[in-house]
T-cell receptor, first 112, second 110 residues
Framework: NAGVTQTPKFRVLKTGQSMTLLCAQD?????MYWYRQDPGMGLRLIHY???????AKGEVPDGYNVSRLKKQNFLLGLESAAPSQTSVYFC???????????FGPGTRLTVL | DAKTTQPNSMESNEEEPVHLPCNHS???????IHWYRQLPSQGPEYVIH???SNVNNRMASLAIAEDRKSSTLILHRATLRDAAVYYC???????????FGEGTQLTVNP
């Protein structure tokens, strides 16, 4: 079991560029989440999904889009990156809404 | 979401018990108390959770005050590997959301 994996681990973008972060889980979890963590702060929820084909907004959704075309994958897109989106991005998954969440190792994104 | 208050930092010595406090005076009857921790350069990991009764698992114990306005995470014998940021989170019964505060940075001294 790989658990939750994230691709890529690091990325540097220029302002205005676009990119997609991939999250994959092999635990057959229904729920998946994208968080961001800024220096010295706790994680904030960007978007989440309660099942294949569904997505919902979290606390800080602006500037991001997501898709859940397959149960095991959850994609986070930045259409036009801004320096304010420099952060570490964590993906997580859980079997249900009340079960523990399993987190990936994170993607460190820098936008210049 | 109800708010939690934790000390910014705590220190402990290796092999000694650690008591990490959390205040949640506005907790509602349906809020579960969850604890996660984040080791350096890693994603958070689940530690323990409870509703009203004290809970034990292989990682830690959770002591919940009778009025539920506070709780304490207990690491029975701290190791260097327990150095991490510990987050106390209130979670509604059916809620997907985990709302992370700034947590407590635990330093474990050899």
């Amino acid at each position: 079991n790989a658990g939750v994996t994230q691709t890529p681990k690091f990325r540097v973008l220029k302002t205005g560029q676009s990119m997609t972060l991939l999250c994959a889980q092999d635990m057959n979890h229904e729920y998946m989440y994208w968080y961001r963590q800024d220096p010295g702060m706790g994680l904030r929820l960007i978007h989440y999904s309660v099942g294949e084909g569904t997505t919902a907004k979290g606390e800080v959704p602006d500037g991001y889009n997501v898709s859940r075309l397959k149960k095991q994958n959850f994609l986070l897109g930045l259409e036009s990156a801004a320096p304010s989106q420099t952060s570490v991005y964590f993906c997580a998954s859980s079997y249900s809404s009340w079960d523990e969440q399993f987190f990936g190792p994170g993607t460190r994104l820098t936008v210049l | 979401d109800a708010k939690t208050t934790q000390p910014n930092s705590m220190e402990s010595n290796e092999e000694e018990p650690v008591h990490l406090p959390c205040n949640h005076s506005t907790i509602s009857g349906t809020d579960y108390i969850h604890w996660y921790r984040q080791l350096p350069s890693q994603g958070p990991e689940y530690v323990i959770h409870g509703l009203t009764s004290n809970v034990n698992n292989r990682m830690a114990s959770l002591a919940i005050a009778e009025d539920r306005k506070s709780s304490t995470l207990i690491l029975h014998r701290a190791t260097l590997r327990d150095a991490a940021v510990y987050y106390c989170i209130l979670r509604v019964t059916s809620g997907s959301r985990l709302t992370f505060g700034e947590g407590t940075q635990l330093t474990v001294n050899p």
